[in-house]
């Protein structure tokens, strides 16, 4: 950051008008407007609750940097400005959005915002701080990395139970690489626990340079609280190669670390309601022609490879989410041809992609891409881009079931914005926040917007006990407000889950997945897909239709078509892949993909 003399100009938080769905609210400050403040992160619970962490000058010396949080009660307004300052007595300045805050909450409250703060010695450690469920402020600052060697680009995430995952990337000047590592929560934990024995989950390679550019990680964890993290291991300065691992619910470390091909970087994760992982990650990208593709896995390996986008030039960034159906919501940002800029798609995949959905022009450079979906499908995308004279940060809406609205300016039109970070909650109400100029110095923004249709009070689907209250300067001490009765029905409540193993008879007639209706009312109506592959090419397999009461269980049986039965004859086994669509009497449907090995009874 940089002294500047200036005359601030006062800038009052002023109510937020009622919000139209599909919409924004005008931007207030998340930080006061007094300091220089950059680097913002926000985390958004199903019901509503959040939390925001950022980095600022508290009196306004160069050295004085420090991380400031703050929180929000279930609720659809913005944060209050301000925030608590968490005294970490930074040593020297930091650059726009150098502290890497990350966030994470869940819906009973409980937080962790963390950071990459720089120490008297010269070095960058991680540091986070965690709020117990149901409590209104934050505990001790926990340093989670011993001075010596640097570290940097913290991750965090956390599933509905409190089960939480920080990763980081550390230096190691011995062998001049960046090694991960991370550390956990339990449900109910407070206090960061080491991974891996306190140890490198990754054994990476000396790319041949001492620089401080280390490549992000990406992690994500389940419902069960099994994790995946994934980053770019960078064999050579230019040239990269996605890794990932995983770690059990209840395992202490991370497992056997998988190489995708070299080549291959910038990945992101994301965790499904169904123990479902999404990776992506772009192939190529040096200006002659680029991928982005996509994996799923359950209980294991990354299944194939699903193309998302592809272009002639490159792709610079990725970013994925998944709904509770298991479909995966993928944005890009794509060069076409020589001297064009990087245009934002979005596309959603269940059994294959579609092509993307572009919602900016190749006219200005789309930057900073940062997606969030929830369980229904609604999704909010978010980008900076310019406008000719500043840079100004863009996000598009998405109600599950409809299209992506068209992109708009949510920032002033007249001063910088950047890096935006974005959350939305069950009912499709987002918060943003972002680096924006104010006069001279930087600042931090927030605005909120909501999907069209989206309800007038968030809805945990899951709902568990609601913090007393916000900590200092966040949000509001008052209870949070009681859910609507009578609230809309926005998703389908239903499983479906197929053995990894399947015989045919020689009739071709096999059992299909056991799929759960845990409705309350009404019945779901089940549409059942299998593909297999015959000469490299995808054809049906199998289709099967029924209907399944409220609460009650059925396993639909299924009858090979004829091109299928015939290659199953020849091959004696299929592998079949599957989706499982459930629509209930709402209307709200929702798609599971399944896979299984179909064999011969003999």
Known sequence: MRRLLVVLLAFGCIAAPALAAGAWNKETYLAEGFHEATGPSVAVAPNGAAVAGWQAQFDGGLGNVDAFLTARAPSTAA????????????AKAHDEGDMHATTAVNSAGKAVVAWRQATFNGDFRIQAAVRAAGASTFGAVQTLTDEGEDASVPTVAMNASGATVLVWRRHETATKSWQVQGAALTDAGTTFTALDGGGNISDEPDDGTDDFLSPEVRVAIAPSGAAVVAWQSRLTVSLGQTRWARKGAAEAAFGTVHNLATGTWAPDVAAGAGDDFALTWITGSGGSSATVSLARATTGDFGEATPVASTAESIVEDRVGLDAAGNAIVAVAEVTSTGTQPRAGVTTCA?????????????????????AV????????????????HELVEASLRAHGKGWDPAVSVSRTDQNAHVPAVGIDSNGH????????????FAVRQATGAVDGAGTTPVDPTPTATPSGPSGGGGSSSPPPPPPVGA??????????????????????FSGPKITCSETAGACRVAITFTTKKKGKRIVAARAKATIKAGKRATPSLKLLKPAKALLKKKHSLSLTGTVKVTDAAGNSHSFPVKTRLTAKR
């Open 430 to 441: 987002v918060t943003m926040a972002w680096t924006a100029a104010n006069v001279a110095l």
């Open 79 to 90: 944060f209050a400005t301000g925030g608590t300052r968490q005294h970490v007595d930074s």
């Open 351 to 371: 059994t294959t992609c579609p092509a993307p959905t572009w919602l900016t022009s190749e006219e200005r450079r789309v930057e900073g891409i940062d997606l």
């Open 488 to 509: 809309s029905d926005r998703t389908v409540a239903a499983s479906a889950k197929l053995a990894k193993k399947t015989k045919a008879t020689k009739a071709g007639r």
């Open 374 to 389: 929830n369980d229904a499908g609604d999704a909010v995308a978010a980008w900076s881009r310019s406008n000719g004279t």
